[in-house]
């Protein structure tokens, strides 16, 4: 089955440290996305690559970095410079004019 | 940049036609109109989506008046399984690939 996958499911991160959100599809897509949602909020763009090796920042970069080495993956980093990184991550690509989202990636400071 | 409105909840009973209307006043001329279903730690999943007149199939229909500055989930019969977050999400802007999402409209159906 083609689709997104995201891991791991929980993270938990403790102050200071820097973790990795992994993203993989093998829709063969070449858009790629990263949103963050914080509870009874919306979801707010991070990052975008839409080529390999090509990425932009969205609207809360701030404290994140990703890559796109491989057309299939794009994780993303979130550093110790993000403040409040507690939330929900969700990865999406994007074919025509609709996104196809992972299952999600929650993060817990502890 | 585009913002859409929806109501924030809706509550309805199960059998019963829903209707989320969501307002998107300042669309680009050749954007779509999509809409998304969310349940709870996961993510959204794509329902239906149009550009003008009425769209319909499987799960939903979308109405989008001639203005199209606003348009309207329809969910026939819900049941419980369609307590979900709904969005419709625009593109950030003309010629973006980008969707900014609001905060959805929060359903719940009630049996």
């Known amino acids: 089955d083609g689709g997104i996958t995201q891991s791991p499911k929980y993270l938990f991160r403790k102050e200071g440290q820097n973790v990795t959100l992994s993203c993989e599809q093998n829709?063969?897509?070449?858009?790629m996305y990263w949103y963050r949602q914080d509870p009874g909020q919306g979801l707010r763009l991070i990052y975008y690559s839409q080529i390999v090796n090509d990425f932009q920042k969205g609207d809360i970069a701030e404290g994140y970095s990703v890559s796109r080495e491989k057309k299939e993956s794009f994780p993303l980093t979130v550093t110790s410079a993000q403040k409040n990184p507690t939330a929900f991550y969700l990865c999406a690509s994007l074919l025509g004019r609709y996104y196809t989202f992972g299952s999600g990636t929650r993060l817990t400071v502890v | 940049l585009a913002k859409t409105t929806q109501p924030v909840s809706m509550d309805s009973y199960e059998g019963q036609e829903v209707n989320i209307t969501c307002s998107h006043n300042?669309?680009?001329?050749?954007?779509?109109i999509t809409w998304y279903q969310q349940f709870p730690s996961q993510g959204p999943r794509f329902i239906i989506q149009?550009?003008?007149t009425k769209v319909t199939n499987e799960v939903a229909s979308l109405f989008i008046p001639a203005d199209r500055k606003s348009s309207t989930l329809s969910l026939p019969r819900v049941s419980l399984s369609d307590t979900a977050v709904y969005y419709c999400?625009?593109?950030?802007?003309?010629?973006?690939?980008?969707?900014?999402f609001g905060k959805g409209t929060k359903l719940s159906v009630i049996p």
């Open positions: 829709l063969n897509h070449d858009a």
């Open positions: 300042n669309i680009a001329t050749n954007d779509y």
């Open positions: 149009g550009y003008k």
């Open positions: 999400p625009l593109y950030s802007g003309a010629g973006s690939y980008q969707l900014t």
